[in-house]
């Protein structure tokens, strides 16, 4: 009996290491192979003036934790979601449009609410200089979350670009590129990621070496507040198809913009082009900008290759503190019920202009709805 009782307590010893052991892991390591993937990305992530004054106490601290409330479960839902950080977390004074340094409760907010990855290199990455881009930089890494588009120097650029993050037995490669930094120049020894098609190429042909299922291009690009893209953005799209990205993604102009499956018509892969994913969350009232969409892709592996299995949109609508009366900033999925007046009125004019634009222009792709 005392032999028996010795080792069971043995085993239980050992599973709480074990369990131990897994949390401590990164989920890659410990999260079965399946034969699929899905990835979410969403757009636009602001702080402007009257979002830091909404979460900010009393005791000199924030509070964003109900921002994301109504949509984190679809984010967490995802195996990887991405999001482009259009702030820096430079530090006090706080401060909102035209130069962003938002609290770090705000990345706080984000990573808690299930974002994997952010994405850095915008127009918006030197607001606080090169201070702020690093100080950005060392709060990511210390919630241990993935981010690319903006370096220290050009060793971590060599060492950490193009990003690769391995999720579920599959290697998803991540490049993010911006059209500029508001005339801010970027100063030595750090790095952003300009727009240069010859760079672009080398990293590209870098990101293939690392036998990926996926190269996914997020472009931070085009005019601000046209519904409709550029052609020179559909000949960049063009272009990094051919070099070998399978998917692209775009931001910048605050507003909705097209989405597109492309056929391959030499294999039978499948590409998404988003132009734009419009705001996630911001303080923006403007028609067209108050809200986004959030773009899901599954991909699947068929006979060793990886492919885009499923895809589709669903909106999002930001309720601000002027429509709710609760003094808060809520992101509200579109099929959200529970409304007052004032937000049914204006979230069915965002979401009918949405549909509109999508219905009319969009190209291989659906809406769905968040459970």
Known sequence: MDNLWQMKNWINKISKRLLWVA?????????????????????????????????????????????????SSEIRKADLAIANWEVTLGGKPYTGYPAFSAPDEFLLAARKAGFDVFLTANNHCLDRRGKGLVRTLDKMDSLRVFHTGTFRNQAEREREYPLL?????????????????????????????????SQIRNDVLRARLMKPDAIIACMHWGIEYRLLLEQSERELAEYLLSLGVDHVIGSHPHVLQPIEVIDNAKTPERHVV?????????????????GGAMLKLVLKKVNGKTRLADCGYTFVWTSRPNLNGKNQFLLYPSNRKELNGLEKNKMFLFLQDARNLYDKHNKGIKEYFIE
């Open 274 to 290: 988003a132009y734009s994913l419009g705001n996630f969350i911001s303080n923006m009232s403007q028609r067209y900008t108050d």
């Open 23 to 71: 949390w401590l892991l990164p989920a890659t390591a410990v999260s079965a192979q399946t034969d699929s993937l899905s990835l979410l990305f969403v757009g636009d992530l602001m702080q402007h003036k009257r979002q830091i004054e909404v979460a900010s106490r009393l005791d000199g601290s924030f509070d964003y934790s109900t921002c994301f409330r109504y949509v």
């Open 165 to 197: 993050v391995e999720r579920k037995g599959f290697r998803i490669v991540f490049l993010n590129y911006t059209y500029g930094t508001n005339g801010i120049p970027v100063s030595s020894p750090n790095v952003v990621n300009y727009i240069n098609r």
